[in-house]
């Protein structure tokens, strides 16, 4: 019941404290509970206290080292803090457990760009989509690499996959226009700002370039 309580608390409530004083109560009477740690490890993270919730999901490892989504969740908090090795370690070790996980190829590949390695970030974004080939997330995560290696006309067509999946957001549309712009078509550009701004009217991001199209 308070295993129960705490998922509540930290899923639908947002009341992270009473979540983690659950999961808290819970490892004091059952030291070897994996899943409790974990939660207290995703209360942490929502608090950005990411070194606590390091901490916190190390502990789960220790009993059950085969958690991928704690691995994928260390990985992501040593991210936030710049630990990028330490990063890519789990996403790897995650990814040896579960060969197919996209959470791990997606956030492998985000510490890729981080680290400048755009080939080795574009190769795992693929990948992700080869597993699930409707990821928005690894379609906007390739389209960035791209934009950065620089393969603009490749960029602009993970953007138009992404702009189609992801129908209310204006930043598919927008990465279209700087490739478009960047492949000296002003014009196809500026209807893709426009687009954008038509996705988010209350924006006042997108008529700024819709203006630097028209210059």
């Not at 680290?115 to 597993?131: N, S």
């Not at 992801?166 to 550009?189: H, I, K, N, T, V």
């Amino acid at each position: 019941a308070r295993f129960r309580r705490g998922f509540i608390y930290l899923e639908y409530l947002g009341e992270i404290d009473n979540a983690i004083a659950d999961y808290t109560e819970i490892v004091r009477q059952q030291p070897g509970n994996a899943a409790a740690y974990h939660n207290i490890g995703a209360g942490h993270a929502k608090r950005r206290r990411h070194q606590d919730a390091i901490e916190a999901y190390t502990k789960a490892l220790e009993i059950d080292p085969k958690r991928s989504l704690t691995l994928t969740n260390r990985a992501y908090n040593h991210r936030e803090i710049g630990q990028f090795e330490r990063a890519l370690a789990d996403y790897t070790e995650a990814l040896r457990v579960k060969a197919d996980d996209v959470g791990a190829f997606n956030g492998r590949g985000d510490v890729f760009v981080d680290l400048g390695r755009y080939d080795e970030a574009i190769r795992d974004y693929g990948a992700a989509l080869a597993v699930k080939p409707d990821d928005a997330d690894a379609y906007a995560g390739r389209a960035h690499a791209l934009v950065l290696t620089p393969d603009y006309a490749r960029a602009n067509a993970d953007f138009e996959a992404y702009a189609r999946l992801r129908p209310a957001s204006g930043y598919g549309p927008f990465g279209r226009g700087l490739a478009l712009l960047a492949l000296e078509q002003p014009r196809d550009a500026e209807a893709q700002f426009r687009e954008a701004a038509r996705r988010v009217p209350s924006s006042n991001f997108y008529p700024l370039w819709i203006y630097l199209a028209q210059a």
